[in-house]
């Protein structure tokens, strides 16, 4: 990607929604992409997702809980899109869980940057689901057509 598309990735401001799903509270947070981000250029979808171990009684994290997340989140970002290797573009937090969506052309990379980042004495609690998402289906349908550049 040229530094025209990381000065798109940063400009990219992040909206906050919430609402409920299966009964229970949710919070995404989601990028507005513009209409000619080059999306093409992230075909592979990455999907993370972090089981809590302190849900709280809403399923969306205690403050301790929180704290870990924002840490992983942190690191995360600076291990994969500060060079624009990898991009976020939406998280998802409800019932116990976050799910950050990542988008990827290079998926063994991810890994790599992934499996080399800080972390505490115990691993993350995390598992990683991979699909060939070109057109970014999934994020379409998970957020409102204007963060989709529609």
């Not at 989601?30 to 302190?54: C, T």
């Not at 993350?124 to 998970?142: K, L, M, N, T």
């Amino acid at each position: 990607m040229g530094n025209e598309s990381h000065r798109n990735a940063e400009q990219t401001g992040w909206n906050v929604a919430q609402g409920r799903y299966e009964e229970r509270p949710i919070l995404a947070r989601y990028r507005a992409f513009a209409r000619d981000y080059p999306r093409a250029g992230y075909p592979e979808r990455l999907n993370v997702f972090w089981r809590m171990s302190e849900p709280g009684d809403e399923g969306l994290g205690t403050p301790t809980e929180l704290e870990r997340l924002t840490t992983f989140e942190d690191r995360l970002t600076q291990a994969v899109e500060a060079d624009r290797h990898t991009v976020f573009s939406v998280i998802l937090t409800w019932n116990g869980r976050r799910e950050f969506v990542l988008h990827t052309a290079d998926v063994e990379g991810f890994l790599k940057r992934l499996g080399t980042m800080p972390h505490e004495e115990d691993n993350y609690p995390i598992e990683i689901q991979v699909e060939s998402d070109p057109e970014w289906a999934y994020d379409r349908s998970v957020t409102p057509p204007a963060a989709r550049g529609e």
